[in-house]
Structure formats: structure tokens, C-alpha cells
């Protein structure tokens, strides 16, 4: 008898192959029947297969939270005060910042004879701050009030006449040591 290559089988057998996918349960049903063959007998297993639209349930819950945590973030305090006034920033940042510069200079000063006072005059400059934060909760509370406006303004004013009292009390103190060390013979 002659061989067949590959090709003429399949040609020969066109049309004739199964290529149907066996139905649902087939692999238990063919499990049961060599299980039976056997001897041993067994009772098909029902999968419960909860876990599939459990995990998903959960992933859409999980992501819809967060979705409605990031929308419902409240916007910061200074995001509320520009809305209300617009040009408080613009004088928060002129004020802060001419502050900040004299803070600098103020930490710069320090020395042992005017450690106390820099400590004290910080410490002092934090309360300012910490009034001016319950100013800008009061001012988004109430709404656009000039006396609250006004009062945040006074607040920076305080902080840069306090910061430029005490730099001119350093400078007397050391103004104090040079003479006393001049006159300071041995």
C-alpha cells in the first residue's frame, strides 16, 4: 500500500474532521465514565463560580468611592479666600513675602544676647499667623467682608512692625555691646 503524505490525508479528508468544541460538562461527564469504569463513584461537583462577579462588584465599588472622594475634595483655604476676594492673595503674597524677608534678617541677628528676644519675637509671629488663618476661615464663613479683609491687612501690618521693632532693638543691643567692649580696658 502506498503512503500518504500529510497533504493528500488532508485533502482526502476535507470536509470529514470534527471540529465541533465538545459540549458544556463534557471533561465531568468523561471524568464520571472513567471514574465508574473503575469502580469508584462520584458525584459531579457543581461549581459555584460567586467569586468572578463578587471581585468585579467590588472593583466597581472601589472605584466609584474613590471617583466620589476626589470630586468631593473641599479646595484649600487659600483656594476658597481668592474666590471670595480675589485680591487678597495678591496682598497675602506682598505682605508674606516682605515678612519672610525680615524674618531672615531677623534669624540672621541672632546671637546669644538676643537669643531670647528672636525665640520671643517668632513665637509671636506664629500666634499673628495662627490669627490670620481664623481670619481667612472667618472671611470664607461670612463671605466678602471688608472688616474681615481689613483686619487680615492689620494682622500682616503688626507682623512687619513687630519684626521691625524688635531688628531695631538688636541693632540698639549691639550697638550697646560695641560701646561697652570700647570702654572695656585690662
Known amino acids: 500500500m502506498k503512503k500518504d503524505t500529510i497533504e493528500e490525508l488532508f485533502n482526502r479528508l476535507d470536509g470529514q474532521l470534527d471540529i465541533a468544541e465538545p459540549t458544556a460538562g463534557h471533561e465531568l461527564?468523561?471524568?464520571n465514565k472513567l471514574n465508574t469504569s473503575k469502580g469508584v463513584a462520584t458525584l459531579p461537583k457543581k461549581e459555584r463560580n460567586f467569586?468572578?462577579?463578587?471581585?468585579?462588584?467590588?472593583s466597581i465599588a472601589l472605584v466609584c468611592?474613590?471617583?466620589?472622594?476626589?470630586?468631593?475634595?473641599?479646595?484649600?483655604i487659600e483656594?476658597?479666600?481668592?474666590?471670595?476676594?480675589?485680591?487678597?492673595?495678591?496682598?497675602?503674597?506682598?505682605f508674606t513675602s516682605l515678612i519672610d524677608e525680615q524674618v531672615?534678617?531677623?534669624?540672621?541677628?541672632?546671637?546669644?544676647?538676643?537669643?531670647?528676644?528672636?525665640?520671643?519675637?517668632?513665637?509671636?509671629l506664629q500666634k499673628l499667623e495662627k490669627d490670620y488663618k481664623a481670619l481667612e476661615q472667618e472671611l470664607i464663613n461670612v463671605g466678602n467682608s471688608k472688616f474681615i479683609l481689613?483686619?487680615?491687612i492689620i494682622n500682616f501690618e503688626t507682623r512687619i512692625a513687630l519684626v521691625k521693632e524688635v531688628l531695631e532693638n538688636i541693632e540698639q543691643i549691639k550697638n550697646i555691646n560695641t560701646v561697652n567692649d570700647a570702654n572695656f580696658t585690662i
Do not use: C, H
Open 104 to 124: 531672615v534678617e531677623l534669624q540672621e541677628a541672632k546671637s546669644p544676647e538676643t537669643a531670647k528676644l528672636v525665640d520671643d519675637t517668632l513665637l509671636q
Open 51 to 58: 467569586w468572578k462577579p463578587l471581585s468585579i462588584a467590588a
Open 79 to 94: 483656594e476658597q479666600v481668592v474666590k471670595i476676594a480675589p485680591e487678597a492673595q495678591q496682598t497675602a503674597f506682598y
Open 29 to 31: 461527564r468523561f471524568l
Open 65 to 76: 468611592v474613590l471617583g466620589f472622594q476626589y470630586l468631593n475634595t473641599p479646595s484649600s
Open 150 to 152: 481689613n483686619a487680615m
